[in-house]
T-cell receptor
Framework: NAGVTQTPKFQVLKTGQSMTLQCAQD?????MYWYRQDPGMGLRLIYY???????DKGEVPNGYNVSRLNKREFSLRLESAAPSQTSVYFC???????????FGPGTRLTVL | KNQVEQSPQSLIILEGKNCTLQ??????????LRWYKQDTGRGPVSLTI?????NTKSNGRYTATLDADTKQSSLHITASQLSDSASYIC?????????????FGTGTRLQVTL
């Protein structure tokens, strides 16, 4: 039982490049989330998926897109990376939208 | 705007000592409050969750208290260990039960030394 896994762990991009962050959970959870964490700021929600087949914007969705591929997987895509997107990205999941969230280990992204 | 403020920003204590971390929030109406522990380079892990009707909740050496009237919560760590070195994050959920409305504090960074 791996919980929530994320790939890659580290990534360096140049401005304008695109990439997809992958997330998978093996807890049969319905809800999944993408957050970013920046120094001096609390975790901020980018997008979430309350259940398979639905996605909704969070607090800071600009510059990102998501796909809920199936119940297990939720990916985050940066179409044209900008230095302001340098951050640590966390994926999380929960049984239902109101339940405790379980976080992955994070992806540290640097955009030059 | 809903806010969660934590204090102190950072704290250094000797192994074996107790400490208390504070969380003040303005979220209203209020559903529940969670404390998470985040080790360096790892994702947050849930420690406790309290609804508005609960005053205290324990998880081993961690005890969280909640005063919904004053909108304050504290996390008390007893007999600290080196493994308690981490950031502790307070998260408040409004009554709507919507993920997009969760408000995260910036955390208190605790360092436990010998």
């Amino acid at each position: 039982n791996a919980g929530v896994t994320q790939t890659p762990k580290f990534q360096v991009l140049k401005t304008g490049q695109s990439m997809t962050l992958q997330c998978a959970q093996d807890m049969n959870h319905n809800s999944m989330y993408w957050y970013r964490q920046d120094p001096g700021m609390g975790l901020r929600l980018i997008y979430y998926s309350a259940s398979e087949g639905t996605t909704d914007k969070g607090e800071v969705p600009n510059g990102y897109n998501v796909s809920r591929l199936n119940k297990r997987e939720f990916s985050l895509r940066l179409e044209s990376a900008a230095p302001s997107q340098t951050s640590v990205y966390f994926c999380a999941s929960s049984a239902q939208i109101t339940d405790t969230q379980y976080f992955g280990p994070g992806t540290r992204l640097t955009v030059l | 705007k809903n806010q969660v403020e934590q204090s102190p920003q950072s704290l250094i204590i000797l192994e074996g000592k107790n400490c208390t971390l504070q969380c003040n929030y303005t979220v209203s109406p209020f559903s529940n409050l969670r404390w998470y522990k985040q080790d360096t380079g790892r994702g947050p892990v849930s420690l406790t969750i309290m609804t508005f009707s609960e005053n205290t909740k324990s998880n081993g050496r961690y005890t969280a208290t909640l005063d919904a009237d004053t909108k304050q919560s504290s996390l008390h760590i007893t007999a600290s260990q080196l493994s308690d070195s981490a950031s502790y994050i307070c998260v408040v959920s409004p009554y709507t039960g919507t993920a997009s409305k969760l408000t995260f504090g910036t955390g208190t960074r605790l360092q436990v030394t010998l």
